[in-house]
């Protein structure tokens, strides 16, 4: 029962680098989501996918790629990273719309 | 618009004592709301979800919450908190539609960190 895993859970890089985000769910649930946290914003959704090769921006996308190629995997790209998106990073999946989103351990990333 | 308010960022209680996390929404429909909590390090756990029917839902670890229409909110309660509810708290609400479609997103409030005094 393995649930969402991400990967790696800590990571260190400069500004300007490319860094991938993993997120790897178990069930084959449909919807993925994907979530920065930082102190005073609660969680915010920066993308999100109701299928495989179906995304959508979420409330701060800027900066970000998503792609969504196999239901079981959602990777998140930062493609040129900056200082302001040192944060963690929550992954998390459902089944359906009207079902509770499982929350991956998260990923705290920061950037030099 | 959709959005999720939780008065409180930091709340204080004795071991033993009750609880009370307030979360209001604003919503154009009959909401589905859910409490999650984190504890350090971790990600977020369900500990539980109103859909429709009795508006007092039960959860894990011995937590209620009850969902009053008129006032727009759902409140998180535990009449005796044990040490190891220090966590933090986030209240949600959706599902927010997107177009005419039923995307599935949540809004969470900003938290509310729960301290435990021996």
């Known amino acids: 029962d393995a649930g969402i895993t991400q990967s790696p859970r800590y990571k260190i890089t400069e500004t300007g680098r490319q860094v991938t985000l993993m997120c790897h769910q178990t069930?084959?649930?449909?919807?993925m989501f994907w979530y920065r946290q930082d102190l005073g914003h609660g969680l915010r959704l920066i993308y999100y996918s109701a299928a495989a090769d179906i995304t959508d921006k979420g409330e701060v996308p800027d900066g970000y790629v998503v792609s969504r190629s196999k239901t079981e995997n959602f990777p998140l790209t930062l493609e040129s990273a900056t200082r302001s998106q040192t944060s963690v990073y929550f992954c998390?999946?459902?089944?359906?719309?009207?079902?509770?989103?499982?929350f991956g351990d998260g990923t705290r990333l920061s950037i030099l | 618009a959709q959005s999720v308010t939780q008065p409180d960022i930091h709340i204080t209680v004795s071991e033993g004592a009750s609880l009370e996390l307030r979360c209001n929404y604003s919503y154009g429909a009959t909401p589905y709301l859910f409490w999650y909590v984190q504890s350090p390090g971790q990600g977020l756990q369900l500990l539980l979800k109103?859909?429709?029917?009795?508006?007092l839902v039960q959860g894990i670890k011995g937590f209620e919450a009850e969902f009053k229409r008129s006032q727009s909110s759902f409140n998180l309660r535990k009449p005796s908190v044990h040490w190891s509810d220090a966590a933090e708290y986030f209240c949600a609400v959706g599902p927010c539609p997107h177009g005419s479609g039923n995307t599935g997103k949540l809004i969470f409030g900003q938290g509310t960190t729960l301290q435990v005094k021996p």
């Open positions: 109103y859909f429709s029917g009795d508006t």
């Open positions: 998390a999946s459902t089944r359906d719309t009207n079902q509770p989103q499982h």
């Open positions: 069930w084959s649930h449909s919807y």
